[in-house]
């Protein structure tokens, strides 16, 4: 069963500083992967999205990576800011007819 | 992208009684899921939202718990069934077609009392 690790579990940087969220998972033979956004007490925001035969997608300060051999992605942001800080969530899908399992979030604050 | 209207935002019900959450997208599409986000946790698969048919639960969830419909391609309601405290969570409702990105509802806070 596939299984999704994030680490660190929270993260608090000021304003400014670049920085990268990791997410790792057991069965390298995902669907695609893809990067949330969640704010205290709100659904989820769709980030980035990556297929399997990508390795990266990049949408304004945010950049993440695919490495599927090694079970791992990254979120990297680049200039922080504090409207940055909530909750990240990593979902792998495990093929195109099922849904997609998460892990547990970053929890990122930014400090002015 | 697809847009999804989930309501209610929250509610704070009884112990005992049932709510009905509905989820709206504003496009067809493939597939639905409803997922429940216990405080602190992150997002647990309830089940797959099949239209037409019975929905497909997950291990530790059951239909006369949480009954599901999809009439169509655009909608579909989560019944929490006969609540108790242990209920209280975010549940939300999910949508996409087969390689694309998975969008969220805004989703519903319960608490129960």
Not at chain 1, 21 to 30: H, K, P, Q, R, V
Not at chain 2, 68 to 93: A, H, K, Q
């Amino acid at each position: 069963k596939q299984e999704v690790t994030q680490i660190p579990a929270a993260l608090s940087v000021p304003e400014g500083e670049n920085l990268v969220l990791n997410c790792s998972f057991t069965d390298s033979a995902i669907y695609n992967l893809q990067w949330f956004r969640q704010d205290p007490g709100k659904g989820l925001t769709s980030l980035l999205l990556i297929q399997s035969s990508q390795r990266e997608q990049t949408s304004g300060r945010l950049n993440a990576s695919l490495d599927k051999s090694s079970g791992r992605s990254t979120l990297y942001i680049a200039a922080s800011q504090p409207g940055d800080s909530a909750t990240y969530l990593c979902a792998v899908r495990p093929n195109n007819n099922n849904d997609m399992r998460f892990g547990a979030g970053t929890r990122l604050t930014v400090k002015p | 992208s697809a847009v999804i209207s989930q309501k209610p935002s929250r509610d704070i019900c009884q112990r005992g009684t049932s709510l009905t959450i509905q989820c709206q997208v504003d496009s067809q599409v493939t597939m639905m899921f409803w997922y429940r986000q216990q405080p602190g946790q992150s997002l647990t698969l309830i089940a797959t939202a099949n239209q037409g048919s019975e929905a497909t639960y997950e291990s530790g969830f059951v239909i006369d718990k949480f009954p599901i419909s999809r009439p169509n391609l655009t909608f579909s309601t989560l019944t929490v069934s006969n609540m108790s405290p242990e209920d209280s969570s975010i549940y939300l409702c999910s949508a996409g077609g087969q390689a694309e990105k998975l969008f969220f509802g805004s989703g519903t806070q319960l608490s129960v009392l």
